[in-house]
């Protein structure tokens, strides 16, 4: 079992960047795929980006692509979220989630482990 802590949300301009950090608990970090999902207002929540247990494959939605860049470092259990040339429909609650049955995955339902979000408020 793993938990997980989203930090590094926060108010920024559109055309601005953040960056969003995902601390894991647990000795197993690195056999976990690890993803980003988003939750707008009113929406339902989405796949952002996801990254392969050993951080070498990385997968993005159409929406964030050239954009966002997800990584990982498994000395640190952690995941993260660089996130570039923000625009105001990037505003929603950031999760990161983890799911130990693949080596990375884009499907919300298959990810076990969710953290607890953090809000992202991007200002036009």
């Known amino acids: 079992q793993v938990q997980l802590v989203e930090s590094g949300g926060g108010l920024v301009q559109a055309g601005g960047s953040l960056r969003l950090s995902c601390a894991a608990s647990?000795?197993?970090?690195?056999?976990?795929?690890m993803g980003w999902f988003r939750q707008a207002p009113g929406k339902e929540r989405e796949f952002v980006a996801t990254?392969?247990?050993?951080?070498?494959?990385?997968y993005y939605a159409d929406s964030v692509k050239g954009r966002f860049a997800i990584s990982r470092d498994n000395a640190k259990n952690a995941a993260y979220l660089q996130m570039n040339s923000l625009k105001p429909e990037d505003t929603a609650v950031y999760y990161c989630?983890?799911?130990?049955?693949?080596?990375?995955?884009?499907?919300?339902?298959?990810?076990?482990?969710w953290g607890q979000g953090t809000q992202v408020t991007v200002s036009s």
């Open positions: 989630a983890a799911d130990p049955h693949t080596d990375w995955d884009t499907i919300l339902w298959e990810y076990d482990y």
């Open positions: 647990g000795r197993t970090f690195s056999s976990y795929a």
């Open positions: 990254i392969s247990r050993s951080g070498s494959n990385t």
